[in-house]
């Protein structure tokens, strides 16, 4: 089962021919992934290591029955990447590209609205189920396929920091996803916790937050109304400086808003188990886990 | 980004919104010439990138030319202090002189991105040139509050919404729709941020003026907005984030002692808070970028060494895609370079770790290896 992606799922890259994204193509195809088409404006007719390139979404979709997309162009030509591959109908679009302007992904977002595609990210690391399908630059051999824990996050390494501690206290996952560090995104927590929700496979959950923004804020009273399954939370950025984006676009606190500690308060009181400090999360896991299976 | 307010006004006059005559002077010749041109009163206005620079004693209206050159004599070249410097306060290096303005109004305008509703807000009070979060707080009633679809843009009935809501009449209301519909437009063209207005006036003769202006444009903007970039106050920025933002690193300066060094904004940040749970204080946030090289290790090291007020680095990279023992490498060789002598905690995952935790071990350096970050914790609590 899992979320989002599985062993069905037939990929294309959008920016296939860029050295980013030629080499994270092969780390993608290495881990099991089924890539079948890249797409690059100017290029169609050409292979790169035995991968078809097309001009446009539209015919690469026409040609191999590709259903979701892994978007790795440079900033300026990202947020039209993402409406070519809304405009061609894919189940799911996961952009990586990092540095996207927000005005680009506020018109981004109000023109998929009514669409049928799912978009992750942008500035995100992408989205595994392990053992089937990895659509992101994540390094695929810290996770364990299998479930029964799924991740969402806002982040990248802190992520496969999470991931690592999990495998490595025996507990494998279901899907992991990095919904990203914009301040404008596609698939929000909510999203992926619904899905989590009714994935069987799914028996709990892993929400990782940072500060900016009210996105945990909301997810924590979502799951307090809606969630049978235990939640554990964490945020990044107790110690970070007001009005200073800290690396992410959306990480930051602005007008006293969006602190770390609003949103542990949030999640405590929707009944969130938070972990206080990274070096105790997959111990805290595993006990909250244990019990609640 | 951050711009100064007489930069701001440079953007508004060429999108034909009205605001005061003035003119920038950054030495005492300027500002002799420049008062002696001028009918009296002025507005003395310190230019500094950060906020409250009226409480600060930064902003002086002067009614004779005398008072105005002390004032632009005492603001120019003072170390400015507010809520927004920090202690140490930021040097005056430029002010403007405006001239001043017969108000009969002050309201309150400003436009940002709600991103709960992947919007443009318009948000407007009849209390202007006062802090706007304690109007919002005390007297909810008075702010005026309109979404903004980005691909509908402005529409009539929200103009109306918000003259109405002001209060505004006659030929009055019609200059305030036209400036909001151009400053809607220029909030567009420049990837702002955030466009404020505190306060917007009404003169005696019903004119509206912005008399502040303060614009923020999105960073990740900046490639189409070549004349923003040109902008760029590189005197009000830490020599060391400067630095580090030349090397592609994302550097943030922080007042504790123990610098950290961290691959990707996520694992950084609780990196730091890891840090003051351990009973110190993290002196940076530092993010050498989610595929960390030994270049960018190197260059990280000698940037937080150039902190005096560092004692101990916390080195913690999950590597995923990069190997451990290259890492090690670059960490021991740059550690080697910098001549370093302070204590090093270093933390990595990832492929080779085994051989990158060797050549850390056989390199007689003073780096301690931590096997988690709960061992990491306690090697930084005793440094």
């Not at chain 1, 602190?259 to 896991?285: F, P, Q, W, Y």
């Not at chain 2, 979060?133 to 980005?150: G, S, Y």
């Amino acid at each position: 089962m899992a979320i989002f992606v599985n062993r069905e799922t037939r990929v294309l890259v959008q920016g296939i021919t860029g050295k980013e994204g030629l080499f994270h193509t092969e780390q993608c195809r290495n881990y099991g992934t089924t890539i079948v088409a890249g797409v690059t404006p100017g290029k169609g007719g050409q292979s790169v290591n035995g991968i078809p390139v097309f001009n446009s979404v539209a015919a690469a979709c026409r040609e191999t029955g590709a259903n979701a997309s892994m978007i790795v162009v440079p900033p300026p030509f990202a947020a039209e990447a993402i409406l070519e591959a809304v405009d061609a109908g894919l189940d799911l679009v996961v952009c990586i590209t990092e540095g996207i302007p927000v005005l680009d992904m506020l018109r981004v977002k109000n023109a998929m609205k009514g669409s049928r595609t799912r978009l992750i990210g942008p500035n995100c690391p992408g989205i595994i189920t392990p053992g089937e399908c990895k659509i992101g630059i994540m390094p695929g051999p810290i996770h364990t396929p299998g479930g029964p824990v799924g991740v969402v996050s806002r982040s990248g390494t802190l992520t496969y920091e999470v991931v690592h501690q999990l495998t490595g206290q025996g507990l494998g996952q279901t899907t992991c996803l990095g919904i990203g560090g914009d301040p404008i995104n596609g698939t929000d927590f909510i999203d992926c916790l619904r899905a989590f929700q009714d994935d069987p496979e799914t028996e709990a959950v892993v929400m990782v937050g940072e500060i900016g923004g009210s996105a945990e804020e909301e997810a924590s009273a979502w799951i307090k109304a809606n969630m049978s399954k235990p939640v554990v939370g964490f945020i990044a950025g107790l110690t970070a400086p007001p009005g200073r984006r800290m690396g992410h676009a959306g990480a930051i606190v602005s007008g006293g808003k969006g602190t770390a500690a609003a949103k542990l308060k949030a999640m405590r009181e929707n009944g969130i188990h938070v972990c206080e400090s990274l070096g105790s999360l997959g111990r805290l896991c595993r006990e909250v886990f244990t019990k609640a299976t | 980004m951050k711009i100064h307010e007489y930069q701001a006004k440079e953007l508004f006059r060429k999108a034909e919104i009205p605001v005061p005559q003035g003119a920038v002077c950054r030495t005492a010749a300027e500002i002799s010439d420049t008062i002696a041109k001028m009918q009296m009163p002025v507005a003395v206005k310190a230019q500094i990138l950060a906020g409250g620079r009226g409480k600060g004693g930064g902003v002086s209206l002067a009614r004779t030319a005398e008072a105005a050159r002390d004032a632009a004599g005492r603001i120019l070249g003072m170390q400015l202090v507010t809520r927004q410097t920090g202690e140490a306060g930021t040097r005056v290096n430029t002010i403007l002189i405006e001239q001043g303005v017969d108000i009969s109004r002050e309201l309150y305008l400003s436009m940002l991105i709600d991103r709960e509703h992947a919007a443009i807000v318009i948000i407007a009070s009849q209390d202007g040139g006062m802090d706007i979060e304690t109007v919002a707080e005390n007297t909810p009633e008075r702010i005026l509050k309109q979404r903004i679809n980005p691909l509908l843009g402005l529409q009539g009935y929200q103009l109306r919404a918000l003259t109405g809501g002001l209060e505004l009449t006659g030929d009055t209301a019609k200059s305030f729709a036209q400036i909001l519909r151009k400053l809607f437009a220029l909030f567009l063209h420049y990837d702002c941020s955030l466009l404020e207005i505190n306060p917007l006036v009404v003169t005696g003769d019903g004119e509206i003026l912005a008399l502040d202006a303060k614009v923020d444009i999105d960073s990740n903007a900046l490639f189409r907005h070549p004349d923003i970039v040109a902008m760029h106050d590189s005197d009000e920025e830490d020599p060391l984030e400067a630095a580090a933002a030349s090397h592609g690193l994302n550097y943030i300066r922080l007042n504790g002692s123990i610098g950290s060094m961290v691959n990707g904004a996520g694992l950084a940040m609780a990196t730091m808070d890891l840090i003051k749970q351990a009973g110190v204080e993290p002196a940076n946030f530092l993010d050498v970028g989610g595929g960390a090289s030994a270049e960018m290790v190197e260059s990280g090291f000698r940037i937080i060494l150039q902190d005096p007020n560092v004692r101990g680095i916390f080195i913690n990279i999950f590597g995923g895609i990069l190997r451990c023992d290259i890492l090690a490498e670059g960490v021991v060789a740059a550690a080697k370079k910098t001549g370093l002598s302070l204590p090093v905690v270093v933390r990595m995952e990832g492929t080779n770790v085994e051989e990158g935790r060797k050549i850390l071990a056989d390199s007689g350096l003073n780096l301690s290896n931590a096997t988690d970050l709960s061992h990491a914790a306690s090697l930084l609590a005793a440094i």
